[in-house]
């Protein structure tokens, strides 16, 4: 009689996968057999059992074949004018190759020893095929900061960024720099290195593309004392914390990148900035020597916690991106009336020109401040020793309020700690010095003065015997209320006078220092 039979088929970890979804194709009346006898993977190692072969026309899959350890034949399918084969190859089209690397789970281009025309019916025999990495970064006008995780084997300035003249004007690296003058590259930058972070000077929107068989998501990085400026070595995105390793985690102070920036706190990691991407390069700031390797595919891209700010329409909140740059980190803003909500804009300034800008979520954050550059769009941006002023731009009324705090001066790559920002009189009438408080105090105290006009202002602080102890201020300052403070926990108890000096304006008071 009739019998029925089950069979139970068995999937283990060890199975490889089946192509991806982008190897698909349809069958063709118009056909013919690439043979490709041997290929490479992106890291110059053979194929393995399990990997896939592609050919394209285009973004069009026309054949596709898993790599069985030795030579194959790969169909491929022309047009035979049919609907399911629209986007075939045509006679006398010459077809891409591309490789599914099963271990790596990736799809990328390989490039063929001997290229051959689609003809119908024929045999085609390819030597070897190469697999490459391909990378795309885009690059806006004026300063990008991005890095390489692939190059080709001739890695040069010219080759690399473009020809000299063209739309790229100006990469600077740590320490280094290249520029274009007189139709040539000139500077101590030759070359770009796959460990680096680069900032790429574009007068225009462009796309840096090339391919490389160097990709090593387990690189090195040999970090120094202090800031350096390298590469992020994988592709994709993965979370800050998760990619850095546990051992040297908490020598890692701050990441600056373009427009970004993350602290490193008790608390963990806070700022806008909060994963490392391809193509993006990185100002990592360590408190020591040390040696380290992201660590990679360590977090799914779903659990990825990223920042998203929808910025305010209009050229009054354009803000150039520059090379050099500096952020100021806020936890919380006082206002006379209300309270600061999410979605409200914290802005910096450098008198009246906006320097930077950063949508308020609820938890500490980074605003930045960009600085005078060569670069585009950045005239009247602050350089060392300014003071930026801040303000809110409250998104529910369009009110735009001066904030003040205890605000250092701005320095390139500078990272700091404002803790609060509170709402900020208009600009006073006459010079003022506040009284201390506290007073008495131990071991902080803080200083509120105003100045109507910019200028010229010092603050010193003098013992009984008037020896200058210590100069709080002494630099040209904005018009407006500005705030210091004084930490006296090296000096002993006792009576300190404070005095301010601006313009014709000197006034002078007590302070009581209680330990």
């Given at each position: 009689?009739?019998?029925t039979?089950?069979v139970?088929l068995?999937v283990?970890d060890?199975d ?6 982008e190897?698909?194709?349809?069958q ?5 057999f690439?043979f490709v006898?041997?290929?490479?993977d992106?890291?110059?190692d053979?194929?393995e059992?399990?990997?896939?072969i592609?050919?394209?026309?285009g973004?069009?899959c026309?054949?596709?074949?898993e790599?069985?350890g030795?030579a194959?034949?790969i ?11 629209e986007?075939?190859?045509q006679i006398?089209?010459?077809p891409t190759?591309k490789?599914y690397d099963?271990?790596?789970?990736m799809i990328?281009?390989?490039f063929?020893?001997n ?8 045999i085609?025999f390819v030597?070897?095929?190469s697999?490459?990495?391909?990378y795309?970064l885009?690059?806006?006008e ?11 084997d001739d ?5 690399v960024?473009?020809?000299c003249?063209?739309n790229?004007?100006g990469?600077?690296?740590e320490?280094?720099?290249?520029a ?7 500077g ?5 290195d796959l ?16 391919y490389?068989t160097?990709?090593d998501p387990?690189r ?6 202090g ?9 994709g995105?993965?979370?800050?914390s998760?990619?850095?390793?546990d ?5 890692f102070?701050?990441i600056l990148?373009?427009g970004s920036?993350a602290m490193n706190?008790?608390?963990?990691w ?6 490392f991407d391809a ?5 990592i700031?360590v ?6 390797s ?8 779903s ?21 050099n ?6 936890d ?6 209300g309270?600061?909500?999410?979605g409200?804009?914290l802005l ?6 906006l ?7 609820g ?12 670069s ?5 941006y ?5 003071m930026?002023?801040?303000?809110l ?5 369009g ?8 605000i250092?001066a ?5 990272m700091y ?6 709402e900020?009189q ?11 408080y506290?007073?008495p ?7 509120e ?9 010092s603050?010193e602080?003098?013992?009984?015997q008037?020896?200058l102890i210590?100069t709080?201020?002494?630099?040209n300052?904005k018009?407006?209320y ?5 930490n006296?926990d090296?000096h002993s ?5 404070v ?5 014709n304006?000197?006034s002078?008071?007590k302070l009581?220092?209680?330990?």
């Amino acid at each position: 009689g009739d019998a029925t039979v089950a069979v139970s088929l068995s999937v283990t970890d060890d199975d490889p996968p089946g192509p991806p979804d982008e190897f698909s194709f349809n069958q063709s009346a118009s056909q013919a057999f690439y043979f490709v006898m041997s290929g490479t993977d992106m890291y110059g190692d053979l194929l393995e059992t399990g990997d896939w072969i592609g050919l394209f026309n285009g973004d069009v899959c026309v054949g596709a074949r898993e790599w069985p350890g030795e030579a194959v034949d790969i169909p491929t399918m022309g047009d035979d004018g049919f609907e399911y084969s629209e986007g075939y190859l045509q006679i006398g089209d010459i077809p891409t190759f591309k490789i599914y690397d099963a271990s790596e789970d990736m799809i990328y281009s390989a490039f063929p020893s001997n290229n051959f025309a689609f003809a119908d019916a024929q045999i085609f025999f390819v030597d070897e095929i190469s697999g490459m990495l391909e990378y795309e970064l885009s690059l806006h006008e004026g300063a990008n900061l991005v890095s390489f995780y692939t190059l080709p084997d001739d890695n040069s300035i010219a080759n690399v960024i473009g020809e000299c003249p063209g739309n790229m004007t100006g990469v600077l690296a740590e320490g280094m720099a290249a520029a274009c003058v007189n139709d040539q590259w000139i500077g101590t930058l030759l070359e770009i290195d796959l460990t680096d972070g680069y900032w790429i000077l574009a007068d225009n929107p462009d796309t840096l593309t090339g391919y490389g068989t160097n990709y090593d998501p387990g690189r090195v990085y040999d970090l120094h004392y202090g800031a350096n400026l390298i590469s992020y070595s994988s592709l994709g995105s993965a979370d800050l914390s998760s990619s850095i390793p546990d051992d040297v985690e908490d020598l890692f102070l701050g990441i600056l990148s373009g427009g970004s920036a993350a602290m490193n706190t008790e608390a963990g990691w806070v700022g806008s900035l909060t994963t490392f991407d391809a193509g993006v390069g990185y100002w990592i700031i360590v408190s020591d020597d040390l040696s380290f390797s992201y660590e990679t595919g360590s977090m799914a891209r779903s659990e990825i916690r990223r920042y998203i700010e929808t910025r305010p329409s209009g050229s009054a909140f354009e803000v150039a991106q520059s090379p050099n740059q500096a952020f100021y980190f806020v936890d919380t803003i006082t206002l006379d009336e209300g309270v600061i909500e999410d979605g409200d804009w914290l802005l910096s300034y450098n008198g009246h020109t906006l320097t930077g800008i950063r949508q308020w979520q609820g938890v500490m954050i980074d605003i930045p401040a960009m600085g005078l550059s060569e670069s585009k769009g950045t005239e009247g941006y602050l350089v060392n020793g300014d003071m930026p002023t801040f303000k809110l731009f409250k998104q529910s009324t369009g009110d735009l309020i001066p904030l003040g705090g205890d605000i250092p001066a701005w320095t390139e790559n500078g990272m700091y700690t404002l803790g609060s920002l509170s709402e900020m009189q208009p600009i006073p009438n006459e010079f003022v010095l506040n009284s201390a408080y506290p007073n008495p105090f131990n071991p902080v105290t803080t200083l509120e003065f105003g100045i109507p006009v910019d200028g010229d202002v010092s603050i010193e602080v003098y013992n009984l015997q008037g020896r200058l102890i210590t100069t709080l201020v002494s630099q040209n300052m904005k018009a407006g209320y500005h705030s210091i403070t004084w930490n006296a926990d090296n000096h002993s108890s006792g009576m300190y006078f404070v005095k301010m000096h601006a313009g014709n304006y000197i006034s002078t008071q007590k302070l009581m220092l209680v330990k």
